[in-house]
């Protein structure tokens, strides 16, 4: 089966840095994509990993270790416009990008 | 940038109608998804598409849903009886590449069943 893990909600302070956990079982592995959706909203596209380590791409980075099915989402210098959901998604062995329920982030001032 | 577009943004049907949900992927891509999030909930998977035919279906996608390409640039997904439960966003998405590849998303149809 598939199980993908993200809190529910977080909350952080304007400035601040904040890191979005995700866990995830599948039965293979192609890769995991963070991306962000705002109320009402597509999602749009963040970060990719399919190798371990750090991927670096301006305030946010994404980071990911196969071996332990973990990956984690780092928002730097964080803004009100970044208060929305960040979703956890892995590429198995289909053709389907599986989703997690979301990290509800509120960014206060 | 190029998008993913779909229309309608809101449909607003009555229970047992058919609904047909349409989109325009981008133009060189060759992938295509169909994706549902029921209010509150997790974007869920409901189809992917590719060289004309189903590639993949989620158990979300029994007989009353059906896709279809019926030109070179639409991609549609059709509800044959609405049910209360299929009131959700839907979002079609595509991508050029199986895997490895990000999914590119329109913007959603708001389908609403009363």
């Known amino acids: 089966g598939q199980n993908i893990d993200q809190p529910t909600e977080m909350t952080a302070t304007e400035g601040a840095i904040v890191q979005i956990n995700c866990t995830y079982q599948?039965?293979?592995?192609?890769?995991l994509f963070w991306y962000q959706q705002h109320a009402g909203e597509a999602p749009t596209f963040l970060s990719y990993n399919v190798l371990d380590g750090l991927e670096e791409k301006g305030r946010f980075s994404s980071f990911l270790s196969r071996s332990k099915g973990y990956s984690y989402l780092l928002l730097k210098e964080l803004q009100m416009k970044d208060s929305a959901s960040y979703l956890c998604?892995?590429?198995?062995?289909?053709?389907?990008?599986?989703f997690g329920k979301g990290t509800t982030l509120s960014v206060s001032s | 940038e190029p998008e993913v577009t779909q229309t309608p943004s809101h449909q607003v049907t009555q229970m047992g109608q058919e609904v047909i949900l349409r989109c325009v992927p981008i133009s060189n891509h060759l992938y295509f998804y169909w994706y549902r999030q029921i209010l509150g909930q997790k974007v869920e998977f409901l189809v992917s598409f590719y060289n004309n035919e189903i590639s993949e279906k989620s158990e979300i996608f029994d007989d009353q849903f059906s896709v279809e390409r019926p030109d070179g640039s639409n991609f549609t997904l059709k509800i044959r009886s609405t049910k209360l439960e299929d009131s959700a966003m839907y979002f079609c998405a595509s991508s050029d590449d199986r895997g490895g590849e990000k999914l590119f998303f329109g913007s959603g149809t708001q389908l609403s069943v009363l």
């Open positions: 599948t039965s293979g592995f192609n890769g």
């Open positions: 998604a892995v590429w198995d062995t289909g053709t389907a990008l599986i």
